[in-house]
């Protein structure tokens, strides 16, 4: 896995509309980078509301929220569109992302795990519990503090 200190792993993937992402356009923003083990599932639904929740503070502090799992695009989009969730899902269909930063799970999903990366691009901290609250928590402690 990707460690604290290290520069979060650049990649190119798509994006729940089908668009391109490259996470490196995130760069010179604090960015939160959320890895979620399938769409629309209840613990998967819980964080990203709890995101969706939060966005705007997050938005205010310049802060980006990037959801990724391996889902394929209709799948992110429906729960995008189910969910009024504001901010990417990446698309990670070949896992290649999450092969990169080391959260591929034994069953072929993505591990509930967050990277929190500075401004500079490099990992922060790192969230990995089952918990999707503790996720949410953590990335408003990390970047929303006065």
Partial sequence: MVAVGQP??????????????????????PTVLYFYPKADTPGCTIEAKGFRDHHAEFRSKG???????????PAQQAFREKYGLPFRLVADTDQKVSTAYGVLGPHGVARRVTFLIGSNGAVE??????????HVARARARFLKA
């Fill in 125 to 134: 901290e790192i969230v990995d519990t089952s918990g999707a609250e503790t």
């Fill in 63 to 73: 802060v980006e929220i990037v959801g990724v799992s391996v889902d394929d695009c």
């Fill in 8 to 29: 979060a792993p650049d990649f190119d993937a798509k994006l729940q509309d089908g668009s391109a992402f490259r996470l490196s356009s995130t760069r010179g923003h």
